[in-house]
């Protein structure tokens, strides 16, 4: 699963730090071992049915990778993030 995350996150624009990729890729590592914690933790305590398991955990990471591999071979950016947020007061 992490896997797929590492090629999406490893691509860098040239005229772009190189290390922002890496942050969040470090902040989705800890996302996904946290929720796998809790994920975990409610199966044990029977609050979820132990047919579905970890695999809810497993199956949201699929889907965003999937998401964010198709934006990134399509060369969008990740996150549609209106152009509003990312002008520069002038």
């Known amino acids: 699963m992490l896997t797929l995350f590492a090629l999406v996150f490893a691509y860098t624009q040239?005229?772009?730090?190189r290390y922002a990729s890496l942050f969040v890729a470090i902040i989705a590592y800890f996302v996904?071992?946290?929720?796998?914690?809790?994920?975990?933790?409610?199966?044990k305590r029977g609050r979820v049915p132990a047919e579905l398991g970890l695999w809810w955990?497993?199956?949201?990471?699929?889907?965003?990778?999937v998401y964010f591999f198709w934006r990134r071979a399509n060369n969008l950016p990740l996150l549609p993030v209106p152009?509003?947020?990312?002008?520069?007061?002038a």
């Open 32 to 43: 996904y071992s946290n929720l796998l914690g809790v994920a975990d933790a409610m199966l």
């Open 83 to 89: 152009a509003l947020f990312w002008r520069r007061a």
């Open 57 to 65: 955990v497993h199956g949201l990471f699929l889907a965003l990778g």
């Open 14 to 17: 040239p005229r772009r730090g």
